[in-house]
């Protein structure tokens, strides 16, 4: 499975921006898709996550509400809305694929697809 994000760019506080993440290759082995991040000398963070065949979503605390992920199968593209963007957003965000089909929740952890990173950058 390959992986291709996109979307990233500079944008003023309070505004929004739309990542993209199309997958290509064994499709068919993803269970579910996420999106992480990492600010400068941070640690990469998951942000949000949705079951690649399924409606089921979860978001990281701080983007709860201002954040959406959502998926089109038939183009195997995963979005991340991003509005209401603040400087903590800023960060290379990662879309991942994870493996793994567990019933009942979506895992932060064990993403074994990556794509490469979509630099966002929020200014005051």
């Known amino acids: 499975v390959q992986l291709q994000a996109s979307g990233g760019g500079l944008v003023q506080a309070g505004g929004s921006l739309r990542l993209s993440c199309v997958a290509s290759g064994r499709t068919s082995s993803i269970a579910f898709m996420g999106w992480f991040r990492q600010a400068p000398g941070k640690e990469r963070e998951f942000v949000a996550g949705?079951?690649?065949?399924?409606?089921?979503?979860r978001y990281e605390d701080s983007v709860k509400g201002r954040f959406t992920i959502a998926r089109d199968n038939g183009k195997n593209l995963v979005y991340l809305q991003m509005n209401s963007l603040n400087v903590e957003d800023t960060g290379d965000y990662y879309c991942?694929?994870?493996?793994?089909?567990?019933?009942?929740?979506?895992?932060?952890?064990?993403?074994?697809?990556w794509g490469q990173g979509t630099q966002v950058t929020v200014s005051s």
């Open positions: 949705i079951r690649w065949n399924g409606d089921s979503t």
């Open positions: 991942a694929g994870h493996r793994l089909h567990y019933p009942g929740f979506i895992p932060t952890t064990g993403y074994y697809y």
